[in-house]
């Protein structure tokens, strides 16, 4: 079952915001805009700090003129997006079969302890959340950790205490 978080607030798409979905939607034909979708729900997701609330969701919805479930289904899908608030920085780190047979069992039990937080959890400061990912695509440097558009590759734990000493 997906949760997604449900608040109060309104969001509304800037006009810059709107100026980078255009972009997008002008790369395909005009009866194709659901084809923007991803981008539009990333720039929607950075907007509103990390995450896509509801209202975020249902605005690239209105803004792309498409049904409110197209928009749900592809933002629930993929892991890239965030559908509850997360902290500053957002460790994700994989664990599929070429990372967890390099030891990423073990990179995700050092973070956890170094963290105090579990798998999708954020830490009580809100600095950092940590997620499990399915595949990060760079099997050959396993295991992976990506944080923002960044990837650290193979990892240790020695490598993830100076990765955190550089974020705190």
Not at 135 to 147: D, K, T, Y
Request: glycine share 4%; charged share 25%.
């Amino acid at each position: 079952m997906i949760n997604v978080t449900v608040t109060d607030t309104v969001f509304e798409l800037s006009k810059h915001d709107k100026a980078e979905i255009d972009a997008w939607v002008a790369q395909y034909p005009l009866e194709h805009k659901r084809s923007a979708v991803i981008p539009a729900l990333h720039i929607a997701q950075k907007a509103n700090g990390g995450w896509l609330s509801e209202e975020a969701m249902k605005a690239v919805a209105d803004y792309l003129g498409l049904p409110q479930i197209q928009v749900f289904e592809v933002a629930t899908f993929y892991s890239m997006f965030e559908l509850s608030p997360v902290g500053k920085h957002k460790l994700c780190v994989c664990t599929n079969v070429s990372c967890m047979l390099n030891g990423s069992d073990e990179i995700v039990a050092h973070l956890k302890k170094r963290l105090k937080i579990n798998l999708g959890e954020t830490t009580a400061d809100n600095k950092f959340t940590l997620k499990e990912v399915e595949c990060l695509g760079a099997c050959v440097n396993a295991p992976v950790l990506q944080l923002g558009h960044q990837f650290h590759e193979k990892l240790t734990p020695e490598k993830i205490d100076a990765l955190l000493a550089e974020l705190e």
